[in-house]
């Protein structure tokens, strides 16, 4: 099964690095044990642009700061970029493609969140292909948006000054919950947040570190110690650095 990604961007090769090293990297090469083969298609806005860079924005109307990218210029991008040479249905692309935007105005991204997106979008149940909309300087066109756009996904309450960091973001997370990525099925269950809480404290040799030694119970070969230590080390770590976590879900520290 081929799952094709597609992202419209100023500035198509900003995603060299993440598309060649890494977990990520070896993903788009096809050197997983999936069973979807990931394609990532940049898509150049300029190139379908009249006056290339020059022509891709332009000033808001009723005044203000900053430039806006064009409604016609990302819907050229997007028909003869996507949905053309995707070979998707000019009558219904709507229907083959999800269409996202990372933008303040969408639900901020977590790891539930990247574990949803993953089964709907990125899994071998997944119907439609994905699209992302990579805005710059003052935003996009509402028009665009209105039309277009079927989700879209902040990153926090904070501004990026464009959205392909933001697309890597998401797929860098999301994608690890894909069958066949990981190496170890379980390496996206048990970490950071799965739980409502961080992950416990690590170790690794050597068993002696500047007077400090592995805790007991790790090399103890005792199952059930071992997950004990695991257990209040995650719940320690949460309330030092993450309480938060632990008051906005009511949570005594226990797992699920």
């Known amino acids: 099964m081929i ?7 100023m500035f198509e090769n900003y995603f060299d690095n993440f598309l060649e090293y890494g977990i990520i990297g070896s993903v788009f090469q096809n050197h997983r044990k999936s069973d979807i083969e990931f394609k990532f298609h940049p898509v150049s806005l300029p190139q379908f642009s009249p006056k290339g860079f020059k022509g891709v924005d332009d000033s808001p109307f009723g005044g203000g700061v900053g430039m806006i990218l064009r409604a016609d210029v990302l819907k050229n991008a997007l028909m003869e970029g996507v949905v053309k040479p995707g070979g998707y249905a000019l009558d219904s692309f709507k229907d083959q493609l999800h269409i996202v935007c990372p933008s303040p105005r969408g639900k901020t991204w977590d790891q539930n ?6 089964e709907e979008f990125l899994s071998v149940n997944s119907e439609k292909d994905l699209v992302f909309i990579c805005g710059r300087y003052e935003g996009i066109d509402e028009r665009f948006l209105n039309n277009y756009v079927n989700q879209f996904i902040s990153m926090g309450d904070f501004i990026l000054t464009g959205g392909e960091l933001a697309v890597m973001t998401i797929l860098d997370s999301a994608l690890r919950f894909s069958p066949g990525i990981l190496g170890n099925k379980l390496s996206a269950v048990d970490e950071s947040f799965v739980h409502d809480k961080l992950e416990y404290a690590l170790y690794t040799r050597p068993k002696e570190f500047e007077n400090s030694s592995v805790p007991e119970e790790l090399v103890s070969g005792h199952h059930k110690k071992i997950e004990q230590f695991k257990e209040r080390s995650s719940l320690e770590i949460t309330q030092k650095f993450r309480p938060d976590l632990l008051e906005k879900n009511g949570k005594s520290g226990t797992r699920k």
Not at 3 to 9: G, L, P
Not at 113 to 118: D, G, I, K, L, M
């Open 3 to 9: 799952k094709n990604i597609w992202v419209i961007t």
């Open 113 to 118: 969140q990247a574990q949803e997106f993953s």
